[in-house]
């Protein structure tokens, strides 16, 4: 099972940097990091992906350690609209693809 | 592209009913996934489709459930006969590129079903 390990939740205050780190020791070579939100009621939403590298994009930014065992998503400026549970996923791809989604991070954000 | 679109959004029937969920995946889309989501086991993948046939079906959890996907724009998931444990939200989701570790799942917005 492709486990990543996530702080069971996070505070935030509007207009603040959120930095939502994600552990995953046993990360392989070739396995991308992977994030989805769930806003309230509603379906995942893919956030952003990354293997080496940090990257960004619209949503946030993907910082990725040198030894690839941990990941943090910045949240640049974080908004009401922000609060969600954030699930950081291992995607290894494969011909028997699984996306596993553990708990997530709730995060809140105070106005 | 109007998303991945799931119907009825909301769903109360009585134990022992069949209970139809329905989903059409974004156009192109050669994968798709259902999804049940409860407090209890969180987000849990049933079963997946490639090109209309079921690659992955381990998560089903028994024969009163089942998935079709009779074309590349619709797939239903069926429970029958329905048991109040059954009471989730069900999620389905499309992607293009489902076997490469850059693929990313559209999910659509659910549907909550209760058992009575």
């Known amino acids: 099972d492709a486990k990543t390990t996530q702080p069971n939740s996070m505070e935030s205050n509007e207009e603040e940097p959120v930095h939502l780190p994600c552990n995953h020791s046993?990360?392989?070579?070739?396995?991308?990091i992977h994030w989805y939100r769930q806003l309230p009621s509603q379906g995942p939403e893919y956030v952003i992906h990354?293997?080496?590298s940090n990257v960004n994009n619209r949503m946030a930014s993907l910082a990725i350690a040198e030894d690839r065992k941990s990941s943090t998503l910045i949240l640049h400026r974080a908004t009401l609209r922000d609060a969600a549970v954030y699930y950081c996923?291992?995607?290894?791809?494969?011909?028997?693809?699984?996306?596993?989604f553990g708990k997530g991070t709730l995060l809140t954000v105070n106005p | 592209d109007a998303g991945v679109i799931q119907s009825p959004r909301h769903e109360v029937t009585e134990m022992g009913q069949e209970v139809t969920l329905r989903c059409k995946p974004i156009?192109?889309?050669?994968?798709l996934f259902w999804y049940r989501q409860t407090m209890m086991r969180g987000l849990e993948l049933l079963i997946y489709?490639?090109?209309?046939?079921?690659?992955?079906d381990s998560g089903m959890p028994e024969d009163r459930f089942s998935a079709k996907m009779p074309n590349a724009s619709f797939s239903t998931l069926k429970i029958q006969p329905s048991e109040p444990r059954d009471s989730a939200v069900y999620f389905c989701?499309?992607?293009?590129?489902?076997?490469?570790?850059?693929?990313?799942?559209?999910f659509g917005p659910g549907t909550r079903l209760t058992v009575l």
């Open positions: 046993t990360i392989s070579g070739t396995d991308y």
């Open positions: 996923i291992r995607n290894s791809g494969g011909s028997n693809y699984k996306l596993t």
């Open positions: 489709f490639n090109n209309n046939v079921p690659i992955d």
């Open positions: 156009s192109g889309h050669d994968y």
């Open positions: 989701a499309s992607s293009q590129l489902a076997g490469l570790p850059t693929d990313t799942q559209y």
């Open positions: 990354g293997l080496t």
